[in-house]
């Protein structure tokens, strides 16, 4: 008697191949369970065996990356690079403690989240450029609700901050009504009739050229539609990059974050070491980097690494106690580590 295994329409070679990789639905076919519950149970160990391989791989490269490519920061008083990589340590350097401090005060958080750096080191860039005062308008490009667009509303002559707020995409950071009523959101008093909530793609601002001081969007360019149809070759972001660079004066500053594969894999939407210079900044025409790119992580941030399916993606779900030890800086998707990218730009 011929045993048939009831494992989808494959043909026989990808059957094998499924019981090699789980030798334990032998005893499902065995035992006459139907195919649909087979099919499942494979996918469900498919999943299993990959999120195990994933990690495996992740950690041998962490691994790697600490005995071979060793990076500290020693001297918390030094001034803080721009165009790099988030690190643990930027905790505690002076000048970012400073801003995250000032940020922390006013929205009550007290954790370790690589948004706060994202915010605390666009100010820091905008400080440090002479932009953050009461004379610059500035844009902020697929912005949401993020606390931050407050503070800089109470520090800028202006601020317009623009996302889709459809309702639909990304819609508990991005409300449908927030443009009507942010003070609704607004996590401490700001100056009202300096914030200014649009409407608005991305990628086609509905601005004159040249009619801002600063720009800024933070880790929200990468999950912008090419406009075709699909993600492919970032070009989404691209083209929303070359719209802020449109729409800055001369001499305006972009400030962007967005996410970075620090193991380089390839990915539609993050970037890694070759993509983020041949998708994003090398097509840029009249945006330049303030200062080198600099791509290296430090060996304590590599000991930080999480989940991004347990943590990040329920970060607002978890306990304060549990949040206050668990810092999210380095991420593990799978096989994919990725953390936060600052690119400070001037236009020409």
């Not at 991005?174 to 649009?198: G, H, M, Q, R, W």
């Not at 601002?205 to 149809?229: N, R, T, V």
């Not at 106690?321 to 810092?327: E, F, I, L, V």
């Amino acid at each position: 008697m011929s045993l048939q295994i009831p494992i989808n329409n494959l043909p026989l070679k990808s059957k094998i191949y499924a019981i090699r990789r789980h030798p334990s639905i032998i005893k499902d076919i065995v035992q006459g369970k139907g195919s649909s519950e087979i099919r499942s149970k494979v996918r469900l160990l498919d999943e299993k065996l990959a999120e195990r391989q994933g990690e495996k791989e992740t950690l041998d490269f962490v691994s790697y990356l600490k005995n071979n490519s060793p990076y500290n920061i020693t001297n918390p008083n030094c001034q803080p690079k721009l165009n790099r990589l988030c690190y643990i340590e930027d905790w505690e350097n002076s000048e970012i403690k400073e801003a995250l401090t000032e940020l922390q005060k006013l929205s009550s958080g007290s954790f370790i989240h690589r948004k706060d750096w994202e915010w605390a080191l666009g100010i820091i860039a905008m400080r440090r450029f002479g932009k953050l005062n009461e004379k610059s308008t500035a844009i902020g490009v697929g912005v949401g609700r993020e606390e931050v667009l407050f503070y800089l509303a109470s520090k800028l002559y202006h601020l317009y901050a623009t996302d889709i707020y459809d309702g639909n995409s990304w819609k508990n950071f991005a409300p449908s009504d927030f443009p009507e009523n942010p003070k609704k959101y607004a996590p401490f008093p700001y100056k009202e009739d300096a914030l200014t909530v649009l409407r608005m793609d991305g990628t086609k601002l509905k601005f004159p050229s040249e009619s801002f001081d600063i720009a800024f969007s933070f880790s929200s360019i990468e999950h912008f539609d090419s406009g075709g149809g699909g993600k492919n070759n970032h070009s989404g972001a691209l083209r929303s990059l070359r719209e802020i660079e449109r729409v800055l004066k001369p001499g305006g500053l972009a400030v962007i974050t967005t996410e970075y594969i620090i193991n380089d894999k390839e990915h539609p939407e993050f970037f890694n070491k070759r993509t983020i210079y041949s998708d994003l900044i090398d097509k840029l025409e009249r945006l330049k980097l303030v200062e080198p790119l600099d791509l290296r992580i430090t060996t304590k941030t590599l000991d930080t690494v999480i989940d991004f399916f347990t943590i990040d993606l329920n970060w607002d779900n978890m306990d304060n106690d549990y949040k206050k030890t668990h810092p999210v800086i380095l991420i593990r998707a799978r096989n994919i580590l990725f953390t936060s990218i600052m690119l400070v730009f001037r236009k020409k």
